[in-house]
C-alpha cells in the first residue's frame, strides 16, 4: 500500500516537469514569460488539487494489482 505523502512526493514531481513544458510551450506561443508563468503557476495548482485525490482513489480499486500475498517472512 502506498502512502498519502508518496502520492504526494509523485503528484509533485510529475507537475514540476509538466509545469515546466507547459509554461516552455507559453512562452513560444505569446512569447511572454509573464503570461507564462501565469500559466503555469495555475496549471500546477489546478492540476495538483485533481491528480492527489485521483491517485488516492486509484488505489482503492484492485484493476490490475496483484494478489497480497498469503504470508509474509
Do not use: H, N
Request: net charge positive; glycine share 12%.
Amino acid at each position: 500500500m502506498e502512502s498519502p505523502k508518496r502520492s504526494m512526493a509523485k503528484a509533485l514531481a510529475w507537475r514540476f516537469g509538466a509545469t515546466t513544458i507547459t509554461g516552455g510551450v507559453a512562452d513560444v506561443i505569446w512569447g511572454s514569460i509573464g503570461r507564462a508563468l501565469g500559466i503555469g503557476v495555475a496549471d500546477l495548482l489546478a492540476r495538483r488539487l485533481v491528480y492527489c485525490p485521483q491517485e488516492r482513489a486509484w488505489l482503492k480499486i484492485p484493476f490490475g494489482q496483484g494478489r497480497p500475498a498469503e504470508y509474509d517472512i
